[in-house]
């Protein structure tokens, strides 16, 4: 058996702790959406964070069990997930199961219209694999405006600073 003594939740030693933002981003709004997100969990007053950002048909397993939390960014298709996310939680589900359970996550949807049929699977599969809500869903309909920016920005800030230990 491995000896974790002194080993953060990732495995690594060194107390540094890593936040994967897993996203769909197909859009210039959802990209702003992307940025803000990603501004806010870079915000420099959090320490000992690393943010790294990979498109959800390039997230791997490995990534997952090296992240202490997590970010879902998404688009409201067909009132379900994308395909690109849907085929992230495909790839990781069963092989990061037992591992990632307590970790916290946040989620951001973007519809033109309706997003609940997006965030309630997502649930889904977060509550399947224990992971815990760090900050209420971000569902966003419509267009990308300095209040949306700034949702974005505490979002990513809560969920890094809760992967931290500071909240």
Partial sequence: MEDRAGAD???RGDGSRTVLVVHHTPSPPTREILEAVLAGA???EITGVTVRAVPALGATVPDVLA???FLFGTTANFGYMSGALKHFFDTV???CLDA???RPYGLWVHGNNDTAGA???VRRLTTGLGLVQAATDLEITGPVDAKVREQCYELGAIVAATAAGEI
């Fill in 42 to 44: 870079r915000d420099p």
């Fill in 9 to 11: 939740e990732a495995g």
């Fill in 119 to 121: 965030v309630a699977s």
């Fill in 93 to 95: 589900y069963y092989p």
């Fill in 100 to 102: 990632v359970a307590g």
């Fill in 67 to 69: 992240a202490d939390g």
